[in-house]
């Protein structure tokens, strides 16, 4: 039984409406930035909160970069999307896989010193990238993949997590299946192209989700692995463009690319929810 | 050539001897039942006929070929599971189809296969449905269907009747039954249903701790059974058995309250501590061999369960007339010499005595 009570409906809306309003009002603000001139955005204090009328130039300048209205030169933000993009694709597609399989190893097969590599994977969990940090660089570089997309993304892609979310949803896939699959002569691989990895397309999508922003946020590894201007990702270069000191700062084009840096994690999640939603209401049985 | 065979197969976990020697003939096209209580081992025989688990000792024999070391695709089998096992989210086609794709059937054979089982089982309307959205009848079905397409030598069913309700179960059974006098094609058939057993199996192999206790045609097992175990497992209300000693005359059995007036001596008998097996419809009321105390009336109908007791042991009683008697009155009872049991009570072995 729920309670209708009037007075608390409304306490609810408002607090949620709080809420959103704390969450949304920054990327309210840098979107109106955006919006308007440098000029504007320095002189008028507080800044106007009502949508300026430079927006095709400011994200045209931002993209592609150019001469700004202070004469100072801004790097195109187009490439640095692009790197983003590939970095976090690549780390996301990889993860998964290398998890997928690792995960139906485990779960499937018996071999000498199973128990041990899966207790090798779980220790990897307390190891952040930032303890392993220096080992890794000299290793990447000694291999030449700085400045790559392989430097970028190979020391990054295996993940423990995803293998222990696929490795609980493999130990709920009932063992009578797999007999079904051995009887109709299904051997393992196929068994695992055909009937495990069709069934764990929720998890995939989940999982996708999680490993691209993970992928595209990532601003330590590249920061030490790239010093070529190209190969920046796009959370780079956002900081780039904020220098301090004497420098003055295109306010408006800041803005702008960290609302492209926003669109595409924000995308993925929507277009996977739909994925997840469906994945959700088809109960499997 | 037999269809199946089992020569003396023994399965071990570790040191635990799980069965312990089981040999049989199967002939094409027959369906035998294994039937037991649970964890008699039944299943794992099964499955070792399937080639889903390993085999400890001996051999078992496939269409003439030993197929102890054979994956279960080689061995020309098919398994209906109780579980159903179908792929959930590939459609009825797919999931029967699956196994022959993977043989690397045509297209066209394939679809010709599908389509005939779907017809046999009444699913043409299904076929482009998920398992999700079927009835456990349909989904069992499905599961039939997708043995039947790949026209093995052996049928083997894992309980694929106890997941359903008691009505649907009752349907299924005369189903199968249709099936296998259509396609007469040989089955080994597990339940733990001993009712299942009775209606489908043209031979039953009664199971118990890893044993078979009996193998014989359900009239063999019912009117005489080998073992004290097989005597009460198979029918329902159980068979009575009565312990005692049989005079030195033969003509009384006495026990430990009472004693039963036998119609025949038998010198074999006398003298001998038996027991005695007595089916409760053979029990006749108002016979004069002896009286036992009425504790239960249950009537389920068209007939009546009477539960009553003879000292310390109790006993029941069938009989379709009306039963006046009330609780606690005595019951006047009698039978045949046809109707006796007798079995050894330290080897549970029948007696032919």
Known sequence: ?285 | MAAVELRSVKKNFGKVAVIHGVSTVIDKGEFVVIVGPSGCGKSTLLRMVAGLEEISEGEVVIGGRVVNGLEPKDRDIAMVFQNYALYPHMRVYDNMAYGLRIRGLSKDDIDRRVREAAKILELDALLDRKPRQLSGGQRQRVAMGRAIVRHPQVFLFDEPLSNLDAKLRVQMRLELQKLHRRLGVTSLYVTHDQVEAMTLGQRIIVMNAGRAEQIGTPAEVYHRPATTFVASFIGSPPMNLLRGRVSADGTQFRTDSGSINLRQARAARAGRELLLGLRPEALDIGGTQFAAEIEMIESLGADHLIHARLGMQSLVARTADEIKLALGASLALGFSADAEHWFDPQTTQRLEI
Not at chain 1, 171 to 190: H, S
Request: glycine fraction near 6%.
């Open chain 1, 1 to 285: 039984m729920i309670e209708r009570r009037p007075a608390l409906t409304v306490l609810s809306h408002l607090v949620l409406a709080l809420g959103v309003l704390v969450v949304m009002f920054p990327v309210y603000v840098t979107f109106i930035a955006s919006t308007q001139t440098s000029q504007q955005i320095i002189t008028q204090v507080p800044m106007s909160l009502a949508p300026g009328s430079n927006m095709l130039e400011t994200y045209r300048v931002a993209l592609f970069g150019g001469e700004t209205t202070y004469g100072s030169k801004v790097p195109p933000v187009a490439s640095m999307l692009w790197v983003s993009f590939v970095t976090a694709m690549t780390i996301a597609i990889g993860k998964i896989a290398i998890s997928l399989l690792s995960a139906f190893a485990f779960v499937y097969f018996r071999f000498p010193g199973r128990s041990l590599c899966f207790w090798m994977i779980f220790v990897t969990l307390m190891l952040p990238v930032e303890v392993r940090i220096s080992p890794t660089y000299a290793v990447v570089s000694n291999l030449g993949m700085l400045n790559t997309y392989a430097g970028l993304t190979v020391p990054l892609i295996a993940s423990a997590t995803a293998t222990f979310l696929f490795r609980q949803f493999f130990l709920t896939v009932p063992d009578e299946l797999v007999e079904a699959a051995r009887i109709d002569g299904a051997g393992p691989m196929r068994f695992f192209k055909d009937v495990l990895v069709p069934l764990s397309m929720t998890s995939v999508a989940a999982l996708f989700v999680i490993q691209f922003i993970y992928g595209w946020n990532q601003y330590l590894w590249p920061l030490l692995v790239t010093t070529d201007e190209s190969m920046a990702p796009v959370v780079m270069g956002i900081k780039r463009m904020i220098s301090g000191g004497d420098a003055q700062n295109e306010w408006n084009v800041v803005m702008a690319t960290a609302i492209l840096a926003m669109l595409p994690p924000a995308a993925v999640v929507l277009l996977m929810q739909r994925w997840f939603v469906k994945g959700l209401v088809d109960a499997e049985k």
